[in-house]
Nanobody, 121 residues
């Protein structure tokens, strides 16, 4: 099972930037797609961005052009660079990773504990 630990959240003014990190550890054969989700108070968790094992990236329309997802496979770490932040970006951000414990095992989905991002107006 993969353990995910996020870091980098905090309080920032509108228009500012933050960079989130998520490091994966544990026993696994491979990590496939990694991604970020967020959950604002009173709302459902929503998808933000995904990066595949070959670094293909996908973004939600709400963050396209402002956020950049990247990964360092040597460090088993995924990043989310967030620029031009808006108050509506305020949420707990969660890291997600799909992994296998062997070549033939099913894909397992793991979640981090979340990191708070607060954007003040």
């Amino acid at each position: 099972q993969v353990e995910l630990v996020e870091s980098g959240g905090g309080l920032v003014e509108a228009g500012g930037s933050l960079r989130l990190s998520c490091a994966a550890s544990g026993s696994f054969f491979s990590i496939n797609a990694m991604g970020w989700y967020r959950q604002a108070p009173g709302k459902q968790r929503e998808w933000v961005a995904t990066i595949t094992s070959v670094s293909t990236t996908l973004y939600a329309d709400s963050v396209k052009g402002r956020f950049t997802i990247s990964r360092d496979n040597a460090k088993n770490t995924v990043y989310l660079q967030m620029n031009s932040l808006r108050p509506e970006d305020t949420a707990v951000y969660y890291c997600n990773a799909n992994s296998r414990i062997s070549m033939t095992s099913p894909v397992l989905s793991s979640w981090g504990q979340g990191t708070q991002v607060t954007v003040s107006s």
